[in-house]
């Protein structure tokens, strides 16, 4: 059989996983992996515990130049693949560099969603996905005093929780356009008791509302104004506003995308030789098999990742489909969050509350009997349910 030439875009969670499937069954093929960060492979989630200063930047390394050697695997960093052309087999760099491949996968991840805010294209702001932003952010949080963050999901409360442990001084103003804080991973009841955490530490949280305009002020000093007229001043501001499939790129290949590349169970894409794996993957969800969802989370890009890389390599894998899940530990509470947890047919929720405790648990059973999603809040021992909902 002629040698593969597998290419992997994307030196993270999916990729590197990919990667050392491919390895474990196909010890010969070539394997080139490209990244647009020029980077080692680092964690992205411990990137808050880097700007809080609980760890060092080497810690966030997970794989050192050794392991690419190790797999044989030709490591490509600081190259952007532009185009992708199914018909010719090959990736295109930013150099104008083709990469021919026998077998791609797309493991890209995600990317900020920029709101199209009046201004934004003429404001210094600050968002949290890469090493270099968390890098930016923490050599400016150590100098500002105000801080206005727009966004108020998962990555904007991290980024909070992280600046407000290493600069005590800062006051925050999260600004987000939603009724509540996280509502993507938590109901109403969970969001308000993380609400109040927040404002007990001297964060001011304005939900329902809506930044229509950013200026530049002297000084550095910047200007947000909301909907209802309200003008907020600040040092810096932090746009967590989400983030979105990295799948530019791909237009024009013919590869099908939704809001990710759609890929079917084996994470195989339209295109026979190509698959895709991890935030820019669109794949069945494991809860409703008849929709598809992006879930940008690190273990479902490294199971993704594996399914991917084995099927790359002549194995007949198949994903389960994809699972929403989170822990939010920040603020002096954690909150997890797994699978369902918003009202629909067929589904009971029960919960309990002990308000002195601080505690809150919601669990979502179908049928009466199958547990299919969770939302634990209190100390950190509310993680343990997790377990009930994985099973
Ligand atoms: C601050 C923060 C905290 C997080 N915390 C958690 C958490 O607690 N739990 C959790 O489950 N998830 C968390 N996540 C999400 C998690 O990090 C992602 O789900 C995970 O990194 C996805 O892995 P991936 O391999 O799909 O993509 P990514 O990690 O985004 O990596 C994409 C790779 O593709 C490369 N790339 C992109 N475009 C191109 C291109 N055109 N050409 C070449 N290379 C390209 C990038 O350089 C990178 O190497 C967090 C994310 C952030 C930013």
Same mark, same amino acid.
């Given at each position: 059989?002629?040698?593969?030439?597998?290419?992997?875009?994307?030196?993270?969670?999916?990729?590197?996983?990919?990667?050392?499937?491919?390895?474990?069954?196909?010890?010969?093929?070539?394997?080139?992996?490209?990244?647009?960060?020029?980077?080692?492979?680092?964690?992205?989630?411990?990137?808050?515990?880097?700007?809080?200063?609980?760890?060092?930047?080497?810690?966030?390394?997970?794989?050192?130049?050794?392991?690419?050697?190790?797999?044989?695997?030709?490591?490509?960093?600081?190259?952007?693949?532009?185009?992708?052309?199914?018909?010719?087999?090959?990736?295109?760099?930013?150099?104008?560099?083709?990469?021919?491949?026998?077998?791609?996968?797309?493991?890209?991840?995600?990317?900020?969603?920029?709101?199209?805010?009046?201004?934004?294209?003429?404001?210094?702001?600050?968002?949290?996905?890469?090493?270099?932003?968390?890098?930016?952010?923490?050599?400016?949080?150590?100098?500002?005093?105000?801080?206005?963050?727009?966004?108020?999901?998962?990555?904007?409360?991290?980024?909070?929780?992280?600046?407000?442990?290493?600069?005590?001084?800062?006051?925050?103003?999260?600004?987000?356009?939603?009724?509540?804080?996280?509502?993507?991973?938590?109901?109403?009841?969970?969001?308000?008791?993380?609400?109040?955490?927040?404002?007990?530490?001297?964060?001011?949280?304005?939900?329902?509302?809506?930044?229509?305009?950013?200026?530049? !002020?002297?000084? *550095? /000093?910047?200007? $947000?104004? %909301?909907?209802?007229?309200?003008?907020? +001043?600040?040092?810096?501001?932090?746009? @967590?506003?989400?983030?979105?499939?990295?799948?530019?790129?791909?237009?024009?290949?013919?590869?099908?995308?939704?809001?990710?590349?759609?890929?079917?169970?084996?994470?195989?894409?339209?295109?026979?030789?190509?698959?895709?794996?991890?935030?820019?993957?669109?794949?069945?969800?494991?809860?409703?098999?008849?929709?598809?969802?992006?879930?940008?989370?690190?273990?479902?890009?490294?199971?993704?990742?594996?399914?991917?890389?084995?099927?790359?390599?002549?194995?007949?894998?198949?994903?389960?489909?994809?699972?929403?899940?989170?822990?939010?530990?920040?603020?002096?509470?954690?909150?997890?969050?797994?699978?369902?947890?918003?009202?629909?047919?067929?589904?009971?929720?029960?919960?309990?509350?002990?308000?002195?405790?601080?505690?809150?648990?919601?669990?979502? !059973?179908?049928? *009466? /009997?199958?547990? $299919?999603? %969770?939302?634990?809040?209190?100390?950190? +021992?509310?993680?343990?349910?997790?377990? @009930?909902?994985?099973?």
């Amino acid at each position: 059989m002629p040698q593969e030439r597998y290419v992997i875009i994307g030196n993270s969670a999916a990729g590197l996983n990919a990667a050392e499937a491919i390895r474990e069954i196909d010890g010969e093929g070539e394997i080139t992996l490209i990244s647009a960060e020029d980077t080692l492979a680092y964690s992205r989630v411990a990137t808050p515990y880097f700007i809080s200063g609980e760890i060092g930047d080497r810690t966030l390394f997970f794989k050192d130049a050794q392991f690419y050697r190790d797999l044989n695997i030709t490591p490509l960093l600081g190259k952007r693949v532009t185009a992708v052309e199914p018909a010719q087999n090959r990736v295109v760099l930013n150099d104008g560099t083709g990469i021919p491949y026998t077998k791609l996968l797309i493991g890209t991840g995600s990317t900020h969603q920029i709101p199209p805010i009046q201004g934004v294209d003429r404001v210094e702001f600050f968002p949290h996905w890469t090493l270099e932003e968390a890098r930016r952010i923490k050599e400016k949080a150590a100098a500002v005093r105000e801080v206005v963050v727009l966004g108020g999901g998962f990555i904007s409360m991290l980024t909070i929780n992280a600046m407000h442990k290493c600069n005590r001084e800062i006051r925050f103003t999260v600004v987000e356009l939603m009724d509540q804080v996280m509502p993507r991973l938590l109901d109403r009841q969970a969001a308000q008791m993380l609400e109040e955490q927040m404002r007990q530490q001297g964060i001011e949280v304005r939900t329902g509302a809506e930044a229509v305009e950013l200026a530049e !002020l002297p000084g *550095g /000093r910047k200007r $947000v104004t %909301l909907k209802d007229g309200s003008l907020l +001043e600040a040092d810096m501001i932090v746009m @967590a506003t989400g983030v979105r499939p990295n799948i530019d790129f791909l237009q024009g290949s013919g590869i099908a995308v939704q809001r990710g590349v759609l890929v079917d169970q084996q994470m195989r894409t339209s295109v026979e030789n190509i698959f895709a794996a991890g935030d820019c993957a669109e794949c069945a969800d494991f809860l409703h098999r008849e929709r598809t969802v992006v879930h940008a989370i690190w273990p479902t890009a490294v199971e993704q990742g594996k399914v991917a890389g084995a099927n790359m390599a002549g194995k007949r894998l198949e994903y389960p489909g994809s699972l929403s899940m989170n822990v939010l530990d920040a603020f002096g509470m954690t909150f997890t969050s797994i699978g369902l947890f918003q009202e629909e047919a067929g589904v009971e929720m029960l919960s309990f509350t002990d308000p002195e405790r601080r505690i809150y648990r919601k669990l979502a !059973l179908k049928d *009466g /009997r199958r547990i $299919v999603g %969770l939302i634990a809040a209190g100390g950190a +021992e509310e993680v343990r349910y997790m377990g @009930a909902v994985q099973s």
